[in-house]
């Protein structure tokens, strides 16, 4: 069956002419106008009707001529474009000696095309914008030479050389060096970010000062920005529920509209017994009111600037349907680590005993934890360094899984970690240790860990994940956009999430849990309070993302699962963003909606009218054109959101 489609210039085929389109469609449509004017000029001096016919013929070919050529290629298609309803309707008004309306008409289609070609252009190219991250040429070493080389043909592996201002052409590791890089055109973050050796960056960062040798480990056609510059060409196609119902209804309409306007000319003038040149000529002009052109790019219009806005900020939505969808969303469910917390392990407290130093504490943890491997003893190691201690390798050392650590020097053993290393030593700890050892728990401290030495207790500390300082504040602001309800889903045990919530002021926390209870709880926050966004890394977080109305992958520059898995990826660690997002997509169906009822409204006052009181052809044209370029402009308003 055929379909309506609203043939504006991104859709139409290239012409075949020396010139680009962008220049010779505008010619055309000024050429129209000269055309009409030429027109006037020849009926008011009494031309010869030869001289009068060929005027309006050339002002009907460069009028019509893009609106015949997308004709051509939607019937070759099957498929009913609404240029057809239009110049059917131009000749109607030739046929009926009214040369000059079916000119307007022909003028003012043509000048809405191109109006709204530009239009969607801006949008266009505030995506493609991305591709100028890309340099064309990279510079890489070659033993003592440094080589340009084309990007696509750069290995993993390679060396690439890195000037100040130079573009991160690659995703990679820095091998040696350090700078500070703008990765605003990635994830958003507008300050400046500090990467020395051994730091991964992105592809389409700014190294904004310091010369640097990187490492490349992925090739182009997998680095994060190819990677984002495919995830927006894809999401223009992918329609929201809205456009997809619409898209369905076009069919049914235009048939409607074509069938309704022939019954009105072939049947009025019998059965009323008007004159038939007259109900011609209105039903050209029915034919022309009644074309939903701007009921039909209503909804891109406004989904590919919100699409478009949200890329510049480091937003990624898979599809003007996920945009739609999350704006639905009255509960966020948050994965803890990595999302409310920076998802790596810190030093918070430092508990010495009476008696006992803070430095000899520190000194003693450190020195013992100092061959481990393991992340809390990376954390230790890291504050120690910032207090400015060295300490020395132990003289014996030993890793007891799930318990702590054993270390001597100087004759004397060590011991960091948990009661129950204690106890498996034979060292019974005191009762206020304990009780001290619960009230960090209960505050939700983390991890806490005793300290003892030879025959003394020096003390606790504690090494938590801690939450992002602003993320009270940001989850305010998500309520603000009109989220109702906020749940944390954690692997960590209960009171160190539960302290968090309150902290947070978070509605419900559910802790200790696997990959398929965040899967289940999800499943049931939607039965009970309907559309759910669920925040996580991407990983083993993989099935709650998909099963959530919305999955967003928070953080996720660089992460191939939070990319391949989510419908909305953030590429910064803000949690302001998903405010943001939430923010943009109500706000982005208002307009669609907006555009929506006043394109129906514009049909229906103009059809009734043309039925009851007459319109003129050049008038609902200029009404019908008039709406379409509205709604588009509408849409463009997106493009300057800003939450």
Same mark, same amino acid.
């Given at each position: 069956?055929?379909?309506?489609?609203?043939?504006?210039?991104?859709? #139409?085929?290239?012409?075949?002419?020396?010139?680009?389109?962008?220049?010779?469609?505008?010619?055309?449509?000024? &050429?129209?106008?000269?055309?009409?004017?030429?027109?006037?000029?020849?009926?008011?001096?009494?031309?010869?009707?030869?001289?009068?016919?060929?005027?309006?013929?050339?002002?009907?070919?460069?009028?019509?001529?893009?609106?015949?050529?997308?004709?051509?290629?939607?019937?070759?298609?099957?498929?009913?474009?609404?240029?057809?309803?239009?110049?059917?309707?131009?000749?109607?008004?030739?046929?009926?000696?009214?040369?000059?309306?079916?000119?307007?008409?022909?003028?003012?289609?043509?000048?809405?095309?191109?109006?709204?070609?530009?239009?969607?252009?801006?949008?266009?190219?505030?995506?493609?914008?991305?591709?100028?991250?890309?340099?064309?040429?990279?510079?890489?070493? #070659?033993?003592?030479?440094?080589? *340009?080389?084309?990007?696509?043909?750069? +290995?993993?592996?390679?060396?690439?050389?890195?000037?100040?201002?130079?573009?991160?052409?690659?995703? !990679?590791?820095? +091998?040696?060096?350090? !700078?500070?890089?703008?990765?605003? *055109? %990635?994830? !958003?973050?507008?300050?400046?970010?500090?990467?020395?050796?051994?730091?991964?960056?992105?592809?389409?960062?700014?190294?904004?000062?310091?010369?640097?040798?990187?490492?490349?480990?992925?090739?182009?056609?997998?680095?994060?920005?190819?990677?984002?510059?495919?995830?927006?060409?894809?999401?223009?196609?992918?329609? *929201?529920?809205?456009?997809?119902?619409?898209?369905?209804?076009?069919?049914?309409?235009?048939?409607?509209?074509?069938?309704?306007?022939?019954?009105?000319?072939?049947?009025?003038?019998?059965?009323?017994?008007?004159?038939?040149?007259?109900?011609?000529?209105?039903?050209?002009? &029915?034919?022309?009111?009644?074309?939903?052109?701007?009921?039909?790019?209503?909804?891109? *219009?406004?989904?590919?600037?919100? %699409?478009?806005?949200?890329?510049?900020?480091?937003?990624?939505?898979?599809?003007?349907?996920?945009?739609?969808? &999350?704006?639905?969303?009255?509960?966020?469910?948050?994965?803890?680590?990595?999302?409310?917390?920076?998802?790596?392990?810190?030093?918070?407290?430092? &508990?010495?005993?009476?008696?006992?130093?803070?430095?000899?504490?520190?000194?003693?943890?450190?020195?013992?934890?100092?061959?481990?491997?393991?992340?809390?003893?990376?954390?230790?190691?890291?504050?120690?360094?910032?207090?400015?201690?060295?300490? @020395?390798?132990?003289?014996?050392?030993?890793?007891?899984?799930?318990?702590?650590?054993?270390?001597?020097?100087?004759? +004397?053993?060590?011991?960091?970690?948990?009661?129950?290393?204690?106890?498996?030593?034979?060292?019974?700890?005191?009762?206020?240790?304990?009780?001290?050892?619960?009230?960090?728990?209960?505050?939700?401290?983390?991890?806490?860990?005793?300290?003892?030495?030879?025959?003394?207790? /020096?003390?606790?500390?504690?090494?938590?994940?801690?939450?992002?300082?602003?993320?009270?504040?940001?989850?305010?602001?998500?309520?603000?956009?009109?989220?109702?309800?906020?749940?944390?889903?954690?692997?960590?045990?209960?009171?160190?999430?539960?302290?968090?919530?309150?902290? /947070?002021?978070?509605?419900?926390?559910?802790?200790?849990?696997?990959?398929?209870?965040?899967?289940?709880?999800?499943?049931?926050?939607?039965?009970?309070?309907?559309?759910?966004?669920?925040?996580?890394?991407?990983?083993?977080? @993989?099935?709650?993302?998909?099963?959530?109305?919305?999955?967003?992958?928070?953080?996720?520059?660089?992460?191939?699962?939070?990319?391949?898995?989510?419908?909305?990826?953030?590429?910064?660690?803000?949690?302001?963003?998903?405010?943001?997002?939430?923010?943009?997509?109500?706000?982005?169906?208002?307009?669609?909606? +907006?555009?929506?009822?006043?394109?129906?409204?514009?049909?229906?006052?103009?059809?009734?009218?043309?039925?009851?009181? !007459?319109?003129?052809?050049?008038?609902?044209?200029?009404?019908?054109?008039?709406?379409?370029?509205?709604?588009?402009?509408?849409?463009?308003?997106?493009?300057?959101?800003?939450?």
């Amino acid at each position: 069956m055929s379909t309506l489609t609203h043939s504006h210039p991104k859709n #139409r085929p290239n012409a075949r002419l020396p010139i680009n389109d962008e220049i010779v469609e505008p010619l055309f449509v000024a &050429l129209t106008l000269v055309g009409i004017a030429a027109g006037l000029m020849t009926t008011s001096f009494g031309a010869q009707a030869r001289v009068h016919l060929a005027v309006n013929l050339l002002t009907y070919f460069v009028g019509g001529f893009y609106a015949v050529r997308a004709i051509i290629a939607a019937l070759r298609e099957r498929k009913i474009e609404v240029d057809l309803l239009m110049v059917i309707a131009a000749i109607g008004a030739a046929y009926v000696d009214a040369w000059t309306e079916g000119a307007i008409l022909l003028f003012l289609f043509s000048l809405s095309n191109v109006l709204q070609g530009y239009a969607m252009r801006r949008t266009e190219r505030a995506i493609s914008a991305l591709m100028e991250l890309r340099p064309d040429t990279v510079n890489v070493r #070659r033993g003592d030479q440094t080589v *340009a080389v084309a990007l696509e043909a750069v +290995q993993v592996g390679d060396v690439v050389l890195l000037r100040p201002g130079d573009r991160v052409p690659l995703d !990679g590791t820095i +091998q040696r060096g350090s !700078g500070n890089f703008d990765e605003s *055109a %990635i994830t !958003g973050e507008s300050m400046p970010v500090h990467r020395s050796e051994g730091a991964h960056v992105l592809a389409g960062t700014l190294n904004t000062n310091g010369a640097l040798d990187m490492l490349v480990t992925k090739p182009a056609s997998e680095s994060t920005l190819a990677r984002i510059i495919n995830m927006v060409s894809e999401a223009q196609s992918r329609k *929201a529920s809205t456009q997809s119902f619409l898209d369905r209804a076009e069919q049914y309409y235009a048939m409607s509209v074509i069938v309704s306007v022939l019954l009105f000319i072939i049947l009025v003038p019998p059965i009323f017994g008007v004159n038939f040149g007259e109900n011609f000529y209105k039903g050209m002009v &029915l034919l022309t009111v009644a074309s939903p052109c701007a009921l039909v790019i209503s909804v891109p *219009a406004a989904l590919l600037s919100a %699409i478009a806005n949200a890329a510049r900020r480091g937003v990624l939505f898979k599809g003007g349907a996920h945009l739609e969808e &999350l704006s639905k969303v009255k509960v966020v469910a948050f994965d803890k680590t990595g999302t409310l917390t920076f998802g790596r392990p810190e030093l918070t407290d430092v &508990l010495p005993q009476p008696g006992v130093s803070k430095d000899e504490l520190l000194e003693a943890v450190a020195r013992a934890e100092l061959s481990s491997e393991h992340p809390i003893a990376r954390a230790i190691m890291a504050y120690a360094t910032t207090q400015g201690l060295a300490p @020395a390798e132990p003289e014996k050392f030993s890793a007891v899984t799930g318990m702590g650590v054993r270390a001597s020097w100087d004759g +004397q053993e060590t011991l960091v970690g948990s009661p129950r290393l204690m106890t498996q030593a034979g060292i019974t700890v005191p009762a206020e240790l304990l009780t001290e050892m619960d009230r960090l728990a209960d505050d939700g401290r983390g991890t806490v860990l005793l300290a003892h030495r030879g025959s003394r207790w /020096l003390g606790l500390v504690t090494v938590m994940d801690r939450e992002r300082p602003d993320a009270a504040e940001k989850l305010a602001a998500l309520r603000a956009a009109g989220i109702e309800r906020v749940v944390m889903l954690t692997g960590d045990n209960v009171r160190v999430a539960e302290a968090m919530g309150r902290r /947070l002021g978070i509605d419900e926390v559910h802790a200790g849990l696997l990959p398929e209870d965040k899967l289940r709880i999800v499943e049931e926050l939607g039965k009970k309070y309907g559309p759910v966004a669920m925040v996580g890394d991407g990983v083993n977080d @993989a099935p709650a993302l998909a099963a959530a109305s919305s999955g967003i992958a928070m953080g996720a520059a660089g992460t191939d699962a939070a990319l391949e898995t989510a419908d909305i990826v953030l590429m910064s660690d803000d949690l302001g963003a998903i405010g943001y997002a939430v923010g943009l997509s109500k706000h982005t169906q208002r307009v669609v909606w +907006q555009n929506i009822a006043f394109a129906m409204s514009v049909v229906v006052v103009l059809v009734i009218s043309t039925l009851t009181i !007459g319109v003129p052809l050049p008038l609902g044209v200029v009404g019908h054109e008039g709406s379409t370029i509205l709604v588009v402009l509408n849409g463009l308003r997106l493009l300057a959101y800003r939450g």
